[in-house]
């Protein structure tokens, strides 16, 4: 059985597997155009949705080392609006690690459409980390701070603005220039989905009472926020895992402590998720899920094993992997 028999007939997007610092497997499936027929490339930008949190989280990590910022700091002494009923005494350690009980604009433990946000609130007013604010400034915390485990979206939409008023670039900017430039990630970035770079691939959703495909265009923010929302191909990901682990963005000593469960289920360090393993070993990834988006990236340090997937067509990439992962344990 090869890798081609893991992957559906109906797969839209690209595959990429390496190991050992070599590709073993890359290729594109379906199509970035679908009423045009033009396919999807290797070279394709898909958007990623919440995969994009790991790079906010290495900004501020890197805003750490430089003691621009501590993990102790608060968010009341560093944001210049009015939080109301939020604690102004979250720390930057709990908005990473997802224990802060800050507000969710979208909790995904009640909501199962991220379309559902648009219905009074238009997602093209969403075109920087501040147009998110009225999602969530008028609500309750949901736990006190630092009760709890709970994944969270606004405090990665507060985490790139507290890299807006720590560096007063926007945070879009400062990932380009600290994180995607450094890593040679020449085919990544923050783009208005009515403002389309060439070689991206437009995300589709499936009607059923239609039965035909729909572009998301009316279903995510119009550009992505610290939540999430970066384009990126899968070599750009590549390029930013060997950085990320070579210790080229941040520190090694940091990266150990990113890579340690930060929570006691032990499945998140900052701003990547932990799948704990036989032995007591880690593997890392990050993903990302919207309507007509779906990606994952993970990482086996033991195996040096890097398998990334991204969907246009919000395809089961989680299966796929498994799957895929399945066959090389074989």
């Known amino acids: 059985m090869g890798l081609d028999e893991c992957i559906n007939e109906d797969f839209s997007g690209v595959i990429s597997v390496t190991q050992n610092g070599k590709n073993v497997y890359r290729k594109a499936f379906g199509y970035a155009d679908l009423p045009n027929k033009v396919s999807n490339e290797i070279d394709t930008k898909f958007a990623t949705a919440s995969a994009g949190k790991v790079f906010v989280a290495i900004a501020i990590l890197q805003l750490i080392e430089q003691r621009q910022l501590s993990f102790d700091s608060c968010i009341g002494d560093i944001l210049n609006f009015d939080l109301k009923n939020i604690d102004p005494q979250i720390t930057i350690r709990q908005l990473l690690n997802h224990t802060s009980g800050i507000p969710d604009y979208f909790d995904e433990s009640v909501m199962e459409d991220y379309d559902e946000l648009w219905i009074d609130y238009p997602n093209y007013k969403i075109r920087t980390s501040s147009d998110i604010i009225p999602l969530f400034i008028d609500k309750p915390m949901m736990y006190p701070t630092g009760d709890r485990f709970q994944y969270n979206n606004t405090g990665f939409v507060v985490l790139g603005l507290i890299v807006e008023a720590i560096t007063g670039s926007s945070f879009d900017v400062y990932l380009n220039e600290h994180v995607f430039i450094p890593c040679g990630m020449l ?76 929570v006691k289920e032990e499945c998140y360090g900052y701003g990547i998720w932990l799948d704990k393993k036989e032995g007591g070993t880690f593997d890392y990834h990050f993903e990302g899920c919207d309507p007509g988006i779906s990606f994952y990236s993970s990482y086996d340090k033991q195996q040096d094993l890097l398998i990334t997937l991204v969907s246009n067509f919000g395809c089961n990439v989680w299966k796929v992997f498994r799957d895929i992962k399945d066959l090389i344990k074989r």
Do not use: H
């Open 187 to 262: 085919n990544t970035g923050y783009y208005e989905l009515d403002r389309l770079p060439a070689q991206c691939a437009n995300g589709y959703v499936y009607d059923d009472s239609m039965q035909e495909f729909y572009t998301n265009i009316y279903s995510v923010d119009v550009k992505g926020t610290g939540a999430g929302g970066a384009f990126t191909t899968v070599i750009d990901v590549e390029k930013f895992w060997a950085s990320l682990m070579k210790g080229q963005l941040i520190s090694k000593a940091m990266l150990k402590e990113m890579l340690t469960p930060q």
